[in-house]
């Protein structure tokens, strides 16, 4: 858990020192005590030594007792995944216009 959101992190690495998941980019969508993130990310797989292909997470975090802690995520598990979910945003943005 983290006390911050620049404190938090996709990095993770295993008991024996070995980085399993590297993280690429981090943007914050939403701050406050419900904060939004996504993610780049790149994992290493099971009995495998390279990481994979870059992958994509969006995250919220609920900030409890002065720390962050994971609520709940959505992975999106290709970079073609991505482009059809941006696709189909972009024509939902341009049906239903730009309502801020």
Known sequence: ????????????T???GVQKVRELKKEVLSRGAWATLIFAYQEVGRG???FGPVRFRVSR???RNGRFSPHSKFNISSVKQARQIVQILQ?????????E
């Open 1 to 12: 858990m983290a006390e911050t959101i620049d404190d938090i992190s996709m990095d993770w």
């Open 14 to 16: 295993d008991e024996e």
């Open 48 to 50: 495998e030594s390279e």
């Open 61 to 63: 975090y609920q900030k």
């Open 91 to 99: 024509s939902w943005i341009d049906e239903y216009g730009d309502d």
